[in-house]
């Protein structure tokens, strides 16, 4: 019986770069860019060593998704714990480069099941973080019982920041302005203006 292929070490500096090379590849060019061959050669290193580190490329479209979901994660803590933590979450929603990086791989997971489920794992975790810090904060903020539940505040959130982003992808503008300024306008009555850490 074959012993395993040998991997490369997690922590390795090539292994780092090559990742990096397979974002930027996947975030200007698109998932159906991204070979191993254009990974190695954007990162300057030999083509065998992709699969030294990554047995498949889909092992190495995870790795550049999880590095950058446990960041986000990190991320989106520090913003909920903000002196302003609406205006915060909300810059941390309409930030392109999250939403560059959400979009890429809603396409890659399309064609792969692992990479669909790591995708829902990650935005679930990422939901229920947002519930639990959006619901202290409407208490803190003594809201409405009949307001909006917590949860839906949180999908309409992340929905109006995604569609705005894919549209002006495609170069559709109309209504944006008045949909973000009517977002900002709810935030402002409860936390004021953003402060310049919160727009950070």
Same mark, same amino acid.
């Given at each position: 019986m074959?012993?395993?292929?040998?991997?490369?070490?997690?922590?390795? @500096?090539?292994?780092?770069? *090559?990742?990096?090379?397979a974002?930027?590849?996947l975030?200007?060019e698109?998932?159906t860019? $991204?070979s191993?061959?254009?990974?190695?050669a954007r990162?300057? #290193?030999?083509?065998?060593?992709?699969h030294?580190?990554f047995?498949?490329? %889909?092992d190495?479209? *995870? =790795?550049?998704?999880?590095?950058?979901a446990?960041?986000?994660? %990190?991320?989106?803590? @520090?913003a909920?714990?903000?002196?302003?933590?609406?205006?915060? #979450?909300?810059?941390?929603s309409?930030?392109?480069?999250?939403?560059a990086?959400?979009?890429?791989?809603?396409?890659?997971?399309?064609?792969?099941?692992?990479?669909?489920? %790591?995708?829902?794992?990650y935005? %679930?975790?990422?939901?229920a973080?947002?519930?639990?810090? *959006?619901?202290?904060i409407?208490?803190?903020?003594e809201i409405s019982?009949?307001?909006p539940?917590?949860?839906? #505040? $949180?999908?309409?959130?992340t929905s109006v920041?995604?569609?705005v982003m894919l549209?002006?992808a495609?170069?559709?503008?109309?209504?944006? =302005?008045?949909?973000?300024a009517l977002?900002e306008?709810h935030?402002?009555? #409860?936390e004021?203006?953003p402060?310049?850490r919160s =727009?950070?």
């Open positions: 074959a012993s395993p292929r040998r991997i490369g070490a997690p922590d390795a @500096k090539n292994r780092a770069v *090559l990742i990096d090379a974002e930027r590849l975030l200007e698109g998932h860019a $991204v191993s061959r254009r990974v190695a990162a300057g #290193l030999k083509p065998q060593l992709v030294y580190y047995r498949t490329m %889909e190495l479209f *995870l =790795a550049v998704f999880r590095r950058r446990e960041e986000g994660l %990190e991320q989106q803590a @520090k909920l714990e903000s002196d302003q933590p609406l205006w915060a #979450l909300w810059r941390f309409v930030d392109p480069r999250g939403i990086m959400a979009m890429a791989f809603t396409g890659l997971a399309g064609q792969s099941e692992t990479i669909r489920a %790591e995708v829902a794992d935005s %679930e975790r990422f939901r973080a947002q519930i639990e810090a *959006l619901t202290e409407l208490d803190r903020y019982a009949d307001a539940s917590p949860a839906a #505040l $949180v999908v309409l959130l920041s995604r569609v549209e002006e495609l170069g559709v503008t109309t209504g944006h =302005a008045e949909a973000l977002v306008h935030i402002r009555a #409860l004021g203006p402060s310049l =727009a950070g």
